[in-house]
């Protein structure tokens, strides 16, 4: 199995700031994941991460807009840029390990 | 593009019942599929993970099934308890996608009284 952490849980921001979201994960795996949930929708997933290479984006997902970092195996931030009220949502990092995928407890966000 | 669906949306049951949740995807060219259980605040458990070989996994008072061919798996919960109350959710893997790419539903609400 898999145990992830993330920081912060939560965070209510300003329109136009940014967030950058921190994930722990209690093991070396090659690739982690960031997944987005809005309000009342089913997860989507923003992009992958591998370590010593840039990330990979998911249609409708930019790096301007999602820079991703993955500076070891163990370890990944998203940040959310120039943020807005569509912004407002649950983000997610994962990691999948022999076939099972696992989720981190999430970060609120609230942008107002 | 697969798109997965879940019915019902939101369940409401006494305890002690048994109870069937039903998820269904478009596309039957999958690698597995897996439910999740998800609490307010907290993120994903993942309940059960089955193979696309397989037809069911069981796991304690859980078992799921999966039928590929009619793009279909079932979630049931046996001798329901309040402390089942959560979102469950169904993901499926597609054949040929990247590791870690899952297409969710968007889960069915259920609420277990007392």
């Known amino acids: 199995s898999a145990v992830i952490s993330q920081k912060p849980s939560r965070d209510i921001c300003q329109r136009g700031t940014s967030l950058t979201i921190q994930c722990q994960v209690d093991?070396?795996?090659?690739?982690m994941f960031w997944y987005r949930q809005q309000p009342g929708q089913s997860l989507t997933l923003i992009a992958t991460?591998?370590?010593?290479?840039?990330?990979?984006?998911e249609s409708g997902f930019v790096i301007d807009k999602f820079p991703i970092s993955r500076p070891n195996l163990t370890f990944s931030t998203l940040t959310v840029s120039n943020m807005s009220p569509e912004d407002s949502s649950i983000y997610l990092c994962?990691?999948?390990?022999?076939?099972?995928?696992?989720f981190g407890p999430g970060t609120r966000l609230l942008v107002l | 593009k697969q798109e997965v669906t879940q019915i019902p949306a939101a369940l409401s049951v006494p305890e002690g019942e048994n109870l069937v949740l039903n998820c269904s995807f478009t596309?039957?060219?999958?690698?597995?599929l897996q439910w999740f259980r998800q609490d307010p605040g907290k993120g994903l458990t993942s309940l059960l993970l089955i193979q696309s070989s397989q037809r069911e996994q069981t796991s304690g008072r859980l078992n799921a099934s999966l039928d590929k061919s009619s793009g279909r798996s079932t979630l049931y919960i046996a001798a329901s308890q309040p402390g089942d109350s959560a979102t469950y959710l169904c993901?499926?893997?597609?054949?040929?996608?990247?590791?870690?790419?899952?297409?969710f539903g968007r889960g069915t609400q259920l609420t277990v009284w007392p």
């Open positions: 993901a499926v893997r597609p054949r040929g996608s990247t590791l870690g790419r899952l297409y």
């Open positions: 994962s990691v999948e390990k022999s076939g099972t995928q696992y």
């Open positions: 093991s070396q795996v090659t690739m």
């Open positions: 991460a591998n370590q010593g290479s840039e990330a990979t984006y």
């Open positions: 596309d039957s060219a999958i690698y597995n």
